[in-house]
Each structure stands twice: as C-alpha cells, then as structure tokens.
C-alpha cells in the first residue's frame, strides 16, 4: 500500500514538472525566436521558482503537496471555484501564448529597458510573495473548499499578518507586469482579464471563509485587507 501511494505521488512530481515546464517556455513554444532573451528570463525564472518553492513544499508540508496534487478532483469544491480556478489557470497560459505571438508575428517593442527591468523586478516580488504564502498557510489548496479532512483552521503568520489572501496579491503582480516584461502590448488584454478573475475569486473566497471556517471573522477584523494594504 505505501509503495502504491509512493508510486501515486512520484507519478504526480513527473506529471507537474512536465506540465510547469511546458507552461514555463510557452512564450518561446509560441514564438519560435530562440534569440529573445525576455522569453528565456521569463522561462527560467518561472520553471527555478516552481523547482524550488515545491521542494520546500515537499520538505515542510507534504501533506499540503498531496492536496494540491489532486486539489482538481475534490468533490466539495465550491461550485464558482470550478469555474474560476480552471479560468485562472488557462489565463496564464493565455498571457503567454498571446505574447509568443505577438513577437512572432512582428510586434515592435513598446515598453522601454527600464520599464522591462522595474517588470521584471515585480514579478520577482510577486514569485517571492506566492511561495511565501505558499509555505506559511499548510490550507493553501488550489481551489476553494473547507477542508474539514485536513482539520482547516485559520492561518495568521508571515505575509498573512498584512493582507488576508497574498497568493492572489502575488498573482496580480505578475500579472501586470509579465505583459511589460515580455514587451508585448497585446498580452495586457488578457493580463487585465485575469486581474478581474483574481479580484472576483479574491471577494467569493474572503466571503466563503468568513461565512463556514470558525474564527476567520475574527482574523478579518483584525487584518483589514484582502490584497492591498490600505486600499482593498
């Protein structure tokens, strides 16, 4: 049995490396110019962020790891959350492809270097703030559910002591500035569509939590935003 689970979680590590690095040079996938250098910052960066922020994961909370492996499969997933979650993974993928083809069918630079770098240094800041979350909140699922299974209470510590979701915070940071950095005007369409989704997962989940996980009221009284502090 435990070679049986083993097997299960070895075949999972496979099957998230081979699917983080298609996503991760995607935008090169797309382009076909393997002389563009915003493409393979953009490839490297993302796929040693997963690396590393999963060993961590696998180091201190496997239990967490498990459950995010098969988060997709979970039969009391919110019934929005089966829409919203597949929809921000597919608007990453969307991003990406739409930058790909813009430098592959002739889009002209349109953000200046400096621009590029002061992107590039908010999605560091947003990869830094999502493992951060990541391995501060052991309820840190892929979708939205009361994980009565897993004994769910509510989370307070590292960046969770200023806003009350960082992983959404973190996301929209990169994505406003992945478009910048990849220099593809184009990709700002679905970027701003993305950050309309993460706005709207933000509010349903802040409400569910509020409404179904014992003392959660009480954290939001005492950590006032969801993902920007001083503003929402």
Request: hydrophobic content about 50%; some cysteine.
């Amino acid at each position: 049995m435990t070679d049986r689970k083993n097997a299960l979680t070895f075949a999972g590590i496979v099957r998230m490396l081979f699917v983080a690095g298609i996503a991760c040079f995607l935008p090169l996938l797309v382009s076909g110019r393997w002389d563009w250098w915003e493409g393979w910052v953009f490839a490297f960066l993302f796929m040693g962020n997963f690396i590393v922020s999963r060993v961590l994961l696998f180091r201190s909370n496997p239990d967490l790891a498990a459950e995010r492996e098969r988060s997709m499969k979970k039969e009391d997933t919110k019934s929005w959350d089966k829409v919203l979650a597949p929809l921000m993974a597919l608007g990453g993928v969307l991003i990406s492809v739409t930058a790909g083809l813009d430098v592959r069918f002739g889009g002209s630079p349109v953000f200046s270097f400096p621009l590029q770098i002061v992107a590039l240094l908010l999605i560091l800041a947003g990869l830094l703030l999502g493992t951060r979350a990541l391995l501060a909140n052991r309820f840190f699922s892929g979708v939205v559910r009361i994980q009565s299974d897993r004994g769910h209470t509510v989370e307070s510590g590292g960046p969770y002591r200023h806003v009350r979701h960082p992983g959404y915070a973190a996301a929209l940071l990169s994505f406003i500035a992945i478009p910048v950095f990849l220099n593809s005007l184009w990709a700002l369409l679905p970027a701003a569509l993305m950050g309309v989704i993460s706005i709207l997962r933000t509010s349903l989940e802040d409400r569910t939590l509020q409404e179904e996980l014992e003392g959660y009221r009480e954290y939001a009284q005492r950590v006032r935003y969801r993902l920007v502090p001083g503003v929402w």
